[in-house]
């Protein structure tokens, strides 16, 4: 893949096409960087500020416009529990496209991962995968959720031994963790993988430890959801008023409830919003709509930490660090964290884009797994062009249906 021959472009003036239009709905280890990567890392100590907002995964939580807390010091001070490691490997952007300047777009790899205490360390995949852009203008942020059965050309990864091969893209980050690979090798071959297929490199990237997560969200208090569809959960029972998984409500012996998740709008508590963004079986589109349905969740997440004074209480700011700091594995490439947030502190969650590959429905291959259909491809080259304000607004059906 040709890079770019010059560094990334300086951010852009207001109005210019970094930004959609007002017409378009908004909607644990270290390392260096390996070969190709650009400027070697060196081990990073202070993670700072963007893990009180919890950073990456939640997003948009680590920016909101509003006064910061503390300086930078004393918020590096306060947030040392989140692990950092070198998630990219050989995906990270490349001095030529830009290195870790924050001068121009930004592009973080965000990968969930459901790891619960019962399952072996490298028995994971990361069904969640998405791409988040944030163009040179420093004012927007979109979301563009890859479906965990697009069938992928995962290339060889010389840490876990795995020759390469097709498969499922989910499946890159259980071969990348194979062989002590561990989480970090399984980001790096699902970053590389990723950008062998699009073309994007990135300049950071986070793991989402889906179990932690609901901490971060009972830190919040509660989020406010919309159900577009009933669902009944897949992974959940109710046993005498409480939620438990299939396994451990089978085991007690007593009366077992559904959890089913009615249509319409809702505050949900943390277990609530997890497992309703887990589900697919029963959904008209299956993974598609949970794409959906995840894309909503981190925009609710991001709305509620920037409401009503979160970030500015420091007993509520302390609670979300501890969340955070369980939930997350994070990579900034070599930047500072605290550089991060005040790069993007003019983002909101409202300024939040989320959009659907494929149309949001299915596009399937001949082996019946999915594949990236045209439209989905050119989405992907306006985000590595820094072009994709002016693709949504001529691809409006790229534009998620959750509120």
């Not at 239009?21 to 070697?40: A, D, E, L, N, S």
């Not at 070599?334 to 939040?352: C, E, H, Q, Y």
Request: net charge positive; proline share 5%.
């Amino acid at each position: 893949m040709p890079v770019q021959t010059s560094r990334r472009p300086q951010s852009l003036e207001p109005g210019s096409p970094g930004r959609v239009p007002p017409i378009v709905p908004t909607q644990p280890g270290h390392g260096g960087r390996g070969p190709g990567g650009g400027k070697k890392r060196t081990k990073r100590k202070d993670p700072l500020w963007a893990k009180l907002t919890v950073i990456f995964g939640a997003v948009l939580m680590m920016t909101s416009g509003i006064a910061i807390v503390g300086s930078k010091a004393v918020i590096g001070q306060a947030t040392s529990s989140i692990d950092q490691g070198n998630l990219l490997g050989e995906a990270g952007k490349t001095d030529a496209e830009g290195g870790n300047s924050l001068e121009g777009p930004i592009d973080m790899l965000l990968l969930g991962v459901d790891a619960r205490a019962r399952w072996a360390a490298d028995d994971v995949r990361s069904d969640t995968i998405i791409i988040l852009h944030i163009p040179a203008t420093h004012d927007q942020a979109y979301l563009i959720s890859i479906p965990r059965d697009t069938e992928a050309q995962i290339p060889s990864f010389e840490k876990s031994g795995y020759r390469g091969g097709t498969d499922k893209i989910n499946a890159a980050f259980f071969h990348g963790a194979q062989n002590g690979g561990g989480w970090e090798g399984g980001a790096q071959l699902m970053a590389k993988t990723i950008k062998s297929m699009t073309g994007i490199s990135f300049d950071g990237a986070a793991i989402i430890n889906f179990g932690g997560f609901k901490n971060v969200i009972d830190a919040l208090g509660t989020v406010r959801i919309c159900v577009s569809h009933e669902v009944k959960s897949h992974h959940m029972m109710m046993v005498d008023g409480k939620p438990m998984w299939n396994a451990d409500a089978k085991k007690t012996g007593k009366p077992m409830t559904p959890v089913v998740h009615k249509k319409g709008c809702k505050e949900m508590e943390g277990w609530e919003a997890l497992d309703f963004a887990r589900q697919r079986y029963g959904l008209p589109n299956s993974d598609y709509d949970r794409q959906q349905n995840q894309q909503q969740l981190i925009k609710a997440m991001a709305k509620k930490a920037t409401d009503k004074g979160m970030l500015t209480n420091p007993i509520k700011l302390n609670a979300l660090i501890k969340a955070a700091g369980k939930a997350f594995i994070l990579d900034t490439g070599g930047v500072p964290i605290a550089n991060f947030i005040f790069t993007l502190k003019g983002v909101s969650g409202n300024d939040l884009v989320t959009l659907r590959t494929n149309g949001g429905t299915y596009s399937t291959a001949g082996n019946g797994r999915e594949k990236f259909n045209d439209t989905t491809m050119q989405m992907f080259q306006a985000v590595k062009n820094d072009k994709l304000a002016d693709f949504v607004v001529s691809n409006p059906t790229v534009l998620s249906t959750r509120k």
